[in-house]
């Protein structure tokens, strides 16, 4: 099994930010996929859900409407587009998949 996160970076306040996450050995367009972050000194949270079909999502309080799940069974892919980003989103990004698999982590920094 492998999920690869991608796209984060360091961005300014109100900046955007979309990350990708490519799953391998499981069967993907059954599983509920998910992303949690992890800031320093803190536990980690989830941000976000998406069920296998993508027709019902979930978010933190923190993050609704700012931030959007997406899927792509076609390829295996889930994506988290991260708009009007403020600095207390900075952490490190991880992909969940099944509940079980973790993907390695993607930084995403948000400072002026």
């Known amino acids: 099994v492998q999920l690869v996160e991608s796209g984060g970076g360091l961005v300014q306040p109100g900046g955007s930010l979309r990350l990708s996450c490519a799953a391998s050995?499981?069967?993907?367009?059954?599983?509920?996929m998910s992303w949690y972050r992890q800031a320093p000194g803190k536990e980690r949270e989830l941000v976000a859900a998406i069920t296998s079909t993508g027709r019902s999502t979930n978010y933190a309080d923190s993050v609704k409407g700012r931030f959007t799940i997406s899927r792509d069974n076609a390829k295996n892919t889930v994506y988290l587009q991260m708009n009007s980003l403020k600095p207390e989103d900075t952490a490190v990004y991880y992909c969940?998949?099944?509940?079980?698999?973790w993907g390695q982590g993607t930084q995403v920094t948000v400072s002026s």
């Open positions: 969940n998949g099944r509940g079980t698999y």
């Open positions: 050995g499981f069967t993907f367009s059954s599983s509920v």
